[in-house]
């Protein structure tokens, strides 16, 4: 008789390659051949977050298994400590022991994600690591300490938050020296970087594919756009902005590759200056000929997009815009609609939806072909009425009127729609926890924004 425990390892590790968190731990349970098979996943990255340091040492922490199991080590590739266990407000002595202590046995760490200020801690374990290639960290460093950091090569991807002016200083020999191997640079909260370190810094990689500079107030935007003229491969743009579109008068960089820009506002300035500022990148992008597949806008007041925008928008990529998101924007309906109507590729809208007029919005979407998933970006004061979140009448009246739509996501919920061969609409609820983004506009694996 054939049963599950007589296929092939290794057709049983690709069947749980597509499991994840406690559905791992499930199948690990049932037989020693499932645990065999699920091992390796089960540890390819190890997670420590807030619930688990408010209960350490009442449990065990991944680090504390891996010291008992060393032989586990060799599965994992990803470190991402969102938290750290306190002892009387100070970092627990045991817990920082054992985690440095495991990351030394985990020879072939790729990934290691900390942005909270106890880095010094792990950077000499992570500078012995030669098979790290992303790391995203919060590099508030000393002198002695930035000298550690920059002994790190070959990596692809670096995310800096919150870097110090030690560090800054050595930035471009630093990153310039991984100029074969770095795809993507993020740097956060700096107010130490300005162009005259970015752009020597651009200058040694001419490859990069990724680059975010975030809330970094002495770098302005059109500084970054005049800049990336010496990363001609840039595929994905991130930036702030800060000033009104007429404080520039520079020469904007040939976009012609860039697939993702994410703009965010810090809209001091008149609503009106905002839209004509992205409407004036945006116009750039289309005459560079960028094949624009994906469109972040946000500002940090509630604001209102406005109908020339929206016209901007289409006129530029709605042959290509395939992902829009609106984060503390609102749109109106009729400007919804022209969007769904006119960008015959969208299939993932990111937008906070007005519970209170679901019926108008509904209909709004459905003029839209190739809507597939539909995020509730809430705003920052809610955009729903008290108690009052997306319910499952609101989700068939989504889907009923948007023929493509099979995925809503609100509120840590993901909405699954399934037309069945009677004609009728299954609806199932999955609920689930999104990870802490690291960055506003960093690559994500969350499920609401794969």
């Known amino acids: 008789m054939v049963s599950a425990d007589n296929l092939n390892f290794d ?41 688990q340091a408010k209960r350490y040492p009442r449990i065990f922490s991944p680090f504390t298994t891996i010291l008992a199991r060393p032989e586990l080590a060799t599965h994992v590739r990803t470190c991402d400590i969102s938290a750290i266990a306190n002892y009387k407000g100070r970092p627990h002595q045991q817990f920082m022991s054992e985690c440095i202590t495991a990351l030394e046995k985990c020879q072939n760490l790729s990934r290691f994600y900390c942005t909270l200020n106890v880095l010094p801690s792990f950077l000499l374990v992570l500078t012995k690591k030669s098979r790290l290639e992303d790391i995203r960290v919060r590099a508030s460093l000393e002198i002695s300490q930035s000298k550690l950091l920059v002994e790190m090569k070959g990596l692809q991807s670096v995310a800096l938050d919150s870097p110090s002016w030690s560090l800054m200083n050595l930035l471009p020999d630093w990153l310039g ?30 490859s990069l594919l990724g680059l975010q500079i975030i809330s970094c107030p002495k770098v302005e935007h059109f500084k970054v756009l005049e800049l990336v003229r010496h990363t001609p491969r840039l595929q994905n743009l991130a930036f702030t902005t800060w000033e009104s579109p007429e404080t520039s008068t520079c020469t904007y960089a040939d976009l012609c590759h860039l697939q993702s820009l994410t703009m965010e506002t810090r809209n001091h300035v008149s609503p009106d200056s905002v839209t004509a500022l992205w409407s004036g990148i945006i116009s750039t992008t289309s005459r560079s000929g960028a094949p624009l597949a994906s469109l972040t806008l946000k500002t940090t007041r509630k604001s209102l997009i406005a109908h020339s925008l ?72 809610g955009s729903h009425a008290p108690g009052r979140s997306l319910r499952e009448d609101d989700v068939r009246e989504l889907m009923y009127w948007s023929p493509k739509l099979r995925r809503i996501i609100s509120d840590n919920r993901s909405w699954e729609g399934n037309k069945l061969s009677t004609g009728a609409l299954q609806i199932t609820l999955e609920r689930f926890r999104l990870a802490a983004m690291k960055s506003e506009f960093m690559i994500t694996t969350d499920p609401a924004f794969d």
Do not use: W
């Open 177 to 206: 020296s991984m100029s074969p191997s770095l795809t993507h640079l993020t740097i956060t909260r700096s107010n130490e970087i300005s162009e005259t370190i970015l752009g020597p810094v651009l200058r040694r990689l001419p």
């Open 310 to 381: 929206v016209q901007e928008i289409i006129k530029a990529h709605s042959a290509t815009l395939q992902q829009l998101r609106l984060i503390n924007c609102s749109i109106g309906n009729e400007l919804l609609k022209d969007l769904a109507q006119k960008c015959d590729k969208l299939g993932k809208l990111c937008v906070a939806i007005p519970l209170h007029d679901i019926k108008q919005f509904a209909r709004s979407i459905s003029e839209s072909m190739s809507l597939h998933t539909l995020v509730d970006v809430p705003e920052p004061h």
């Open 11 to 51: 057709v049983l590790t690709q069947i749980f390659a597509y499991l994840y968190g406690n559905d791992l731990v499930s199948v690990s349970l049932v037989s020693r051949s499932f645990l065999t098979s699920v091992t390796p996943k089960l540890y390819q990255t190890l997670v420590f977050c807030q619930s």
